[in-house]
């Protein structure tokens, strides 16, 4: 789809928001309605009725994405070509940001006794104690070799690592096995490369590793770190090659952020919910073609089989909406990165409901802003990485294909 | 989809049900009606309510799928990818099992005079003629070298014949030209093979037409064979390897069986209809999976132009719904293999209806279980394909893509 796209780009003064609200899609709860129809949602059910509505699809029919996936689906990147690595994404939600020089690591705490696991989490050690752990190792290690090395604390016994290299790296250069043997009563692995890339990485893991253990070896809690899912940058075009937009991330969790930022989105640091994400909006509305709105309570009152909180949380959004209206964005998505049903308490593979409010579209097929509803809608059951194309021809940034 | 899927494939107690109404899909007769809307099936219809209804597409818009090729995309194999040789559909209809060692063939009955071919189907010999023939062939020949040689009999000149080797083929092993020259007055051909691999196929299917053209020579109503349609095992990885799931198939007709016993399904004979595969799958309902039923009739009524037939077909299957559901599965698909319009007397292109029971479904968009009514379902028109997925989804069997 990029590729096509690519060639077609122009650009011009329009303004695209994309309202994602995190695991919109439900299912029925007691009452036989999800969540979405179960909310009252005056202004978003008269926006669906004038607007072009759908479901589209953010991996395959009956795949259930993660965040990482859901989101670059969204922003016109193939989830199945472009996989983020595991050490990336907890990376981004520790906070960290990745770059094209870095390797990042998932790790755990752990408990060796004469070169044997005895505890691969270090007994789940509380979260306080862990932190202050990954605290003295950042004040110990900054550098290794002319490697720089960025820790970041995260829950019990885990954490993570980036290994900021001085020179962009190569592809392969994270193809590292984990260090984790996955079973107490095992020797911890080496870091071992399987590309002649991931050499030198494996190397500079190696010394970490050691280090970690001269640091740790009096503390009874946890005297050594097991590696898991060493993973570089996926090799994406920048947002703004792809589409010729400058983008805003307004998000307040550093996941989302971290994502953004993956594909060179601009991604401020941002406390707060609904209220500061729209200051937000409006302050720099002038300053960018796109705009990224991230509302995270959606999906985690799902996840909590939360059923009334989740229509709660899609209540306020639907509050807040006449004042992203008043901005008179050329195009305006509402939709999720993916489902959350309440009765399944996580990720599903169900269909996301969205709505496109453009001067151009049908437009009179749907009633409300609903999983029901939006299956009547004039886009029918599309790849969520084709929303992307959508955006930009109803922004009037695409040419004519062909003669 | 398959390679997608196989990563995260989890497993669990849960049961699914795939009921196959083979050529389900219909289109209107005299009244404007299909038969599917004609049929009187409450029980349908109530489910279709509370169900997931789409329609799907077994190779692509347009294309008359096969039996083969309905089958296996129903079972989540892409008909176009795997493609099932003619020789090997040939031998599964009447009966015979193929394996990775055989090789498939299907012959002709044929009159040659003097090196030509004079009736390339022996004035269609009537088959219970035809058939005396071939159990006196496999009395004679048991083997030709090491290759175990299994005829079967067919209807008028049409037989089949499995070559079976004393170890696994090669791939490429089958790619042996017709020895039909296609038009009377010519000579038969002779069996070339196309590849290294085939070279010693096509020895023992030489030494296979001299031996029979010796032991028919005194025969008047034929004397000889012409070979089509040379087929090897198509390489595919067994249900099981690509879904965890272990499989029934509930089939009366070998064809049916043949094609789930080609990616390892367990199907054993089974005589009778719909009772005795509702008494099969009570039997054995807690020893697999995933349960594979077939009913053939709706087809055969469907090419006879039956249209009234197809019906009652239908309603039939609709009052043993009950006892299905009874046994509470997990997930229930309820559909055909393709769609056989009565009208047309024939397989067709059409979408083919169908419906997913599972507690995960939003439901109440589809008033009845028709064509015209699954098409207002949640699932919209899909590829065939997909179908596995989502039963796997529904099962609770696939972990999250990505993190």
């Given at each position: 789809m990029q590729n096509l796209i690519k060639n077609l780009i122009v650009k011009n003064n329009s303004k695209i928001i994309l309202l994602v609200l995190d695991g919109l899609g439900g299912l029925p709860g007691e009452h036989g309605k999800t969540e979405l129809e179960t909310a009252d949602t005056p202004n978003l059910d008269t926006l669906a009725q004038s607007s072009g509505c759908g479901l589209h699809i953010?991996?395959?029919?009956?795949i259930t994405p993660g965040s990482g996936p859901g989101h670059l689906a969204l922003f016109g990147y193939d989830p199945k070509e472009f996989q983020i690595g595991r050490g990336i994404l907890e990376a981004l939600g520790l906070g960290l940001e990745v770059k094209n020089t870095d390797i990042a690591i998932r790790c755990n705490y752990a408990i060796v006794e004469n070169g044997i696991v005895k505890d691969r989490r270090a007994g789940r050690i509380p979260t306080p104690e862990s932190k202050k752990l990954t605290e003295k190792l950042q004040q110990e290690i900054n550098k290794i070799d002319d490697v720089e090395v960025i820790f970041a604390p995260g829950m019990e016994h885990r954490f993570a690592v980036v290994l900021r290299f001085p020179e962009a790296l190569e592809p392969g250069s994270g193809a590292i096995n984990d260090?984790?043997?996955?079973?107490?009563?095992k020797s911890p692995l080496t870091p071992v490369p399987s590309t002649p890339q991931a050499e030198r990485v494996a190397k500079v893991a190696e010394k970490l590793i050691a280090k970690v253990a001269e640091i740790l070896k009096s503390e009874n809690k946890a005297n050594f770190i097991l590696l898991r899912g060493f993973s570089e940058m996926p090799r994406m075009p920048s947002f703004e090659e792809a589409y010729g937009l400058k983008a805003l991330a307004i998000a307040p969790y550093p996941m989302y952020r971290g994502v953004a930022k993956l594909i060179g989105m601009h991604a401020p640091d941002l406390k707060g919910d609904l209220k500061e994400e729209l200051d937000s909006l409006r302050e720099n509305y002038d300053s960018y073609d796109f705009f990224f709105i991230h509302v995270k309570k959606v999906d985690s009152f799902g996840e909590d089989g939360n059923f009334e909180g989740k229509a709660h949380k899609i209540e306020e959004v639907d509050n807040i909406l006449p004042e992203i209206l008043e901005l008179k964005p050329d195009v305006l998505i509402i939709t999720g990165d993916h489902s959350t049903p309440s009765v399944l308490k996580s990720h599903s593979w169900h269909p996301v409901p969205f709505l496109l409010k453009s001067p151009y579209v049908l437009g009179g097929l749907s009633s409300a802003f609903s999983e029901r509803e939006c299956r009547k809608g004039?886009?029918?059951?599309?790849?969520?990485?084709?929303l992307m194309a959508l955006a930009l021809a109803n922004a009037g940034r695409l040419k004519k294909f062909g003669a």
């Open positions: 953010p991996v395959a029919p009956g260090t984790d043997p996955q079973k107490e009563g004039e886009f029918g059951i599309i790849p969520t990485v084709n």
